[in-house]
């Protein structure tokens, strides 16, 4: 059988690589000498099992997957990392057998839900989505001291389990060791860490044989997970316990909103305003007055996503009325109060100060989708400081937004409803009604087999210069990663030689170089305003 890895970049396809050795008890063996397209044979008792061939970057091999996923009814166009693929015995077609991402960011903050634009665009095609994070990570100060450790909001990882549940497919979340974790952490978390159980899915994925018993194994060890991440919060503000299992049994969106609505210990959701950026007196009181329905949270009360259940719908439609002019609002609000169902609010700032965009923000209209499925509704309110050109757009014509913004995209695909209010619209507060086109193909995504297009570039060199270095680490050549220095998540990692010692730098200020009698300072990270800057010491460039 020949497999590819299609990865965002060599060290995906690589990464991916080796979770299928892994799975499989097997020996990666060089089969090619090509360092653009490299080959690999997957061995057992020095007999291939499988020809690997690992094609990094995307949208360069004659192959888009955004385009070939829209095919299939993908609701947005989120490429992941790395996607195994099995070519056919003619070589002509490739079919998609899974997707996997690869975070090492700390999943905490608003970082927790930046990737989940991807899990659902491969979720309501059917397509298996893999999620591998780490958790245990800390967060530096700006003398790269340990703040704390830090740790996502429970409802994130959740909302994979859910999605899985509803859609009657594999996306799951499997959680390693930072670098960094403590012993104590280790400890508590080490059985939820769920690599070992994933390489039994991956195998069963690509030999296409029943994953049942393995995927209960992981959605057991991600409610695990959820479970100490909410009892571990200081205040009770999420679900707990075995409100976690009794939601997760729920299939339909609107049965979860009756359950949450009926619950005993239903949650009131609070929304802190934000001084970062600039907002209009209407969106001030929009939020103000909405908090006074006291609307319920979905199980997190942090998060910017609320329940408008049965009772409150037509208020709430009321007060849009009262606060926009009936020309901008009416036809929206008429339609949400006609209805007076339950209606999920997500609340999405979407840009900086600046005007730029806010990354981590278009996974929040994912989040709350893969939280309650596609039979509930959604109104998205973006309120941040976008520029006028993006305003204007909107207001002429909502779908063009679609087709160059990852944000747009991801509200105005997942929503059924979307109201903007910012402070540099010149058109005031504008709204789109969304006709959502909910046709799945959930059939094998099948396409063209990948070929080179004969253009070279950035990708090609980056996989011939790492091809070459890594195939001579026996010549002690090291291949450090760096995340260029910059911020609470940089770093860059070494091994010692003579010790084999691999250090993470996440927390080191210095890095040593223990050849010589006295230590030497190979790199230094220098503080300046938070920033930080790598230097080479010169004097021991000739040295290396």
């Known amino acids: 059988m020949k497999l590819r890895i299609h990865g965002d970049n060599i060290i995906e396809c690589e990464r991916a690589l080796s979770?299928?050795?892994?799975?499989?008890?097997?020996?990666?063996?060089?089969?090619?000498?090509?360092?653009?397209?490299?080959?690999?044979?997957?061995?057992?008792?020095?007999?291939?099992i499988f020809e690997v061939e690992l094609l990094g970057g995307h949208d360069r091999w004659n192959v888009n997957f955004n385009t070939e996923l829209t095919k299939y009814g993908a609701p947005l166009r989120e490429a992941t990392d790395a996607y195994i693929t099995k070519v056919s015995k003619d070589g002509k077609t490739e079919e998609l057998l899974l997707a996997i991402e690869f975070c090492n960011a700390l999943p905490a903050g608003n970082n927790a839900?930046?990737?989940?634009?991807?899990?659902?665009?491969?979720?309501?095609?059917?397509?298996?989505?893999?999620?591998?994070?780490?958790?245990?990570?800390?967060?530096?100060?700006?003398?790269?001291?340990v703040k704390a450790s830090r740790f996502p909001n429970p409802i994130v990882p959740f909302s994979y389990l859910t999605s899985s549940k509803s859609l009657n497919v594999v996306c799951i979340p499997i959680y390693e060791a930072h670098p960094a974790i403590t012993n104590e952490l280790r400890k508590k978390f080490t059985h939820i860490f769920g690599k070992e159980a994933s390489l039994n899915l991956l195998k069963s994925i690509i030999e296409q044989s029943q994953i049942n018993d393995v995927m209960n194994v992981l959605i057991e060890k991600g409610t695990t997970l959820v479970k100490i991440l909410s009892n571990d919060r200081k205040r009770v503000d999420t679900f707990r316990a075995l409100e976690w299992e009794e939601f997760l049994k729920i299939s339909s969106g609107q049965k979860k909103a009756e359950w949450i609505k009926n619950h005993p210990n239903k949650q009131i959701w609070r929304k802190k305003?934000?001084?970062?950026?600039?907002?209009?007196?209407?969106?001030?009181?929009?939020?103000?007055?909405?908090?006074?329905?006291?609307?319920?949270?979905?199980?997190?009360?942090?998060?910017?996503?609320?329940?408008?259940?049965?009772?409150?719908?037509?208020?709430?439609?009321?007060?849009?009325?009262?606060?926009?002019?009936?020309?901008?609002?009416?036809?929206?609000?008429?339609?949400?109060?006609?209805?007076?169902?339950?209606?999920?609010?997500?609340?999405?700032?979407?840009?900086?100060?600046?005007?730029?965009?806010?990354?981590?923000?278009?996974?929040?209209?994912?989040?709350?989708?893969?939280?309650?499925?596609?039979?509930?509704?959604?109104?998205?309110?973006?309120?941040?400081?976008?520029?006028?050109?993006?305003?204007?757009?909107?207001?002429?014509?909502?779908?063009?937004?679609?087709?160059?913004?990852?944000?747009?995209?991801?509200?105005?695909?997942?929503?059924?409803?979307?109201?903007?209010?910012?402070?540099?619209?010149?058109?005031?507060?504008?709204?789109?009604?969304?006709?959502?086109?909910?046709?799945?193909?959930?059939?094998?995504?099948?396409?063209?087999?990948?070929?080179?297009?004969?253009?070279?570039?950035?990708?090609?060199?980056?996989?011939?210069?790492?091809?070459?270095?890594?195939?001579?680490?026996?010549?002690?050549?090291?291949?450090?990663?760096?995340?260029?220095?910059?911020?609470?998540?940089?770093?860059?990692?070494?091994?010692?030689?003579?010790?084999?010692?691999?250090?993470?730098?996440?927390?080191?200020?210095?890095?040593?170089?223990?050849?010589?009698?006295?230590?030497?300072?190979?790199?230094?990270?220098?503080?300046?305003?938070?920033?930080?800057f790598l230097s080479l010491n010169p004097k021991t460039t000739q040295k290396i």
């Open 113 to 145: 839900w930046q990737r989940n634009g991807r899990a659902v665009t491969c979720a309501e095609i059917g397509i298996p989505y893999f999620y591998f994070a780490e958790i245990g990570g800390v967060e530096l100060d700006g003398d790269r001291k």
């Open 19 to 48: 979770l299928i050795a892994l799975a499989y008890n097997g020996k990666v063996v060089a089969k090619s000498k090509n360092i653009i397209v490299p080959s690999y044979s997957i061995q057992t008792k020095d007999k291939e």
């Open 273 to 532: 305003s934000s001084d970062k950026v600039n907002v209009t007196k209407t969106f001030k009181t929009l939020l103000t007055k909405t908090q006074e329905l006291n609307l319920l949270s979905i199980g997190a009360k942090e998060i910017p996503i609320c329940l408008v259940a049965n009772g409150n719908i037509k208020k709430f439609a009321s007060l849009l009325k009262e606060i926009y002019p009936a020309d901008k609002i009416k036809t929206l609000a008429d339609k949400i109060e006609t209805k007076n169902k339950p209606l999920i609010v997500v609340w999405v700032t979407g840009f900086k100060p600046r005007g730029d965009d806010s990354r981590p923000d278009r996974g929040l209209t994912p989040l709350a989708r893969m939280l309650f499925g596609n039979d509930i509704d959604i109104l998205t309110i973006v309120f941040g400081p976008a520029g006028k050109q993006t305003w204007k757009t909107f207001n002429e014509n909502p779908e063009r937004l679609v087709t160059s913004n990852g944000l747009w995209q991801a509200v105005l695909n997942l929503s059924n409803y979307v109201l903007a209010d910012s402070a540099t619209s010149e058109f005031g507060v504008l709204t789109s009604i969304v006709t959502r086109n909910l046709e799945r193909k959930n059939v094998k995504v099948i396409f063209n087999s990948a070929k080179p297009s004969g253009n070279y570039g950035e990708h090609d060199v980056d996989t011939a210069i790492h091809t070459l270095f890594s195939r001579q680490l026996s010549s002690n050549i090291f291949e450090s990663m760096c995340n260029p220095p910059g911020g609470d998540w940089s770093g860059i990692s070494i091994l010692i030689f003579r010790t084999k010692q691999n250090i993470v730098g996440l927390r080191c200020q210095e890095f040593l170089l223990p050849k010589q009698n006295a230590p030497t300072t190979l790199f230094k990270f220098t503080p300046r305003k938070k920033k930080f």
